[in-house]
């Protein structure tokens, strides 16, 4: 079956980036089939890039190629790393974008990339996924091993991602969390896992959550619960706490900002 490589960038749509990544994968690997995840990450956000790309890769199937390029240091001395994870690979740069695939027991091996006669020439300074994640990329789509791309590391050695903070109080009865991520509708994503709030009371409708000035109780199972433009709390399709606004932007109404504390309490049960 043709690899599967899918390609998580913050280039946006404005430039020829995207494409000419395209073009040097499949002049090199032909069969190959592409996907894109996603190209408006944040330009430089790391972060983000990192938790689309945990949040998309336990649906592809094993021996997919994730080619991920989010470089604030192209061109430095910064490594660039081929991972092994879940019987899936991952391309980018050791800056924490690979961090979700670094763990027990997901993580398999890592090889800090090093293998010029796989890059393009002349090797620009300032597009590496170009001129090296691409190609390494078709490299694995053509069947060849990771071990022949580079050294192997340990990865203890590797850039991780500091996690978000997250307190839980079960005897009191308190989870304090953040906003991790905010999506294209203005939903705010938390780090508060569903099973975070299983731990804290079975009953759901007990719940309150507060943001800033904006306090809710319970939780619902959609984003039209309500009227328009009433608050929700749900569990959202990755598993986390979102707030949400019905038929409306959360983010945009509440002023929301990635890192803005997101606190739960239990409530009184009924």
Same mark, same amino acid.
């Given at each position: 079956?043709?690899?599967?490589?899918?390609?998580?960038?913050?280039?946006?749509?404005?430039?020829?980036?995207?494409?000419?990544?395209?073009?040097?994968?499949?002049?090199?690997?032909?069969?190959?089939?592409?996907?894109?995840?996603?190209?408006?990450?944040?330009?430089?956000?790391?972060?983000?890039?990192?938790?689309?790309?945990?949040?998309?890769?336990?649906?592809?199937?094993?021996?997919?190629?994730?080619?991920?390029?989010? /470089?604030?240091?192209?061109?430095?001395?910064?490594?660039?790393?081929?991972?092994?994870?879940?019987?899936?690979?991952?391309?980018?740069?050791?800056?924490?974008? !690979?961090?979700?695939?670094?763990?027990?027991?997901?993580?398999?091996?890592?090889?800090?990339?090093?293998?010029?006669?796989?890059?393009?020439?002349?090797?620009?300074?300032?597009?590496?996924?170009?001129?090296?994640?691409?190609?390494?990329?078709?490299?694995?789509?053509?069947?060849?091993?990771?071990?022949?791309?580079?050294?192997?590391?340990?990865?203890?050695?590797?850039?991780?991602?500091?996690?978000?903070? !997250?307190?839980?109080?079960?005897?009191?009865?308190?989870?304090?969390?953040?906003?991790?991520?905010? /999506?294209?509708?203005?939903?705010?994503?938390?780090?508060?896992?569903?099973? /975070?709030?299983?731990?804290?009371?079975?009953?759901?409708?007990?719940?309150?959550?507060?943001?800033?000035?904006?306090?809710?109780?319970?939780?619902?199972? /959609?984003?039209?619960?309500?009227?328009?433009?009433?608050?929700?709390?749900?569990?959202?399709?990755?598993?986390?706490?979102?707030?949400?606004?019905?038929?409306?932007?959360?983010?945009?109404?509440?002023?929301?900002?990635?890192?803005?504390?997101?606190?739960?309490?239990?409530?009184?049960?009924?």
């Amino acid at each position: 079956m043709p690899a599967i490589i899918t390609l998580t960038t913050d280039f946006g749509l404005e430039d020829e980036y995207v494409g000419v990544l395209k073009g040097v994968i499949l002049g090199l690997a032909p069969q190959a089939r592409l996907i894109d995840l996603c190209h408006t990450i944040r330009p430089q956000d790391v972060r983000q890039a990192a938790f689309i790309l945990q949040a998309a890769a336990p649906y592809f199937p094993k021996g997919t190629i994730h080619l991920a390029i989010v /470089d604030p240091g192209v061109g430095t001395n910064r490594q660039l790393l081929a991972v092994r994870a879940m019987g899936q690979f991952f391309l980018g740069p050791d800056n924490g974008i !690979l961090s979700p695939f670094l763990h027990d027991p997901l993580f398999e091996e890592a090889i800090y990339i090093d293998c010029p006669e796989h890059y393009l020439t002349p090797l620009s300074a300032t597009f590496h996924g170009r001129d090296i994640l691409a190609p390494i990329a078709a490299a694995l789509a053509n069947g060849i091993g990771l071990s022949s791309l580079g050294n192997r590391t340990l990865k203890e050695k590797l850039i991780k991602l500091a996690s978000p903070t !997250l307190q839980i109080d079960r005897i009191h009865g308190n989870i304090a969390g953040s906003v991790i991520h905010i /999506d294209h509708f203005g939903n705010l994503t938390t780090n508060i896992h569903q099973r /975070d709030l299983a731990g804290l009371t079975a009953d759901p409708a007990s719940i309150q959550i507060f943001h800033k000035q904006q306090q809710v109780t319970g939780l619902t199972s /959609d984003y039209a619960s309500g009227p328009n433009g009433r608050f929700l709390a749900l569990i959202g399709s990755r598993g986390y706490l979102e707030l949400a606004v019905a038929n409306g932007n959360a983010a945009r109404i509440l002023g929301a900002e990635v890192d803005d504390p997101v606190r739960v309490t239990r409530g009184k049960e009924g």
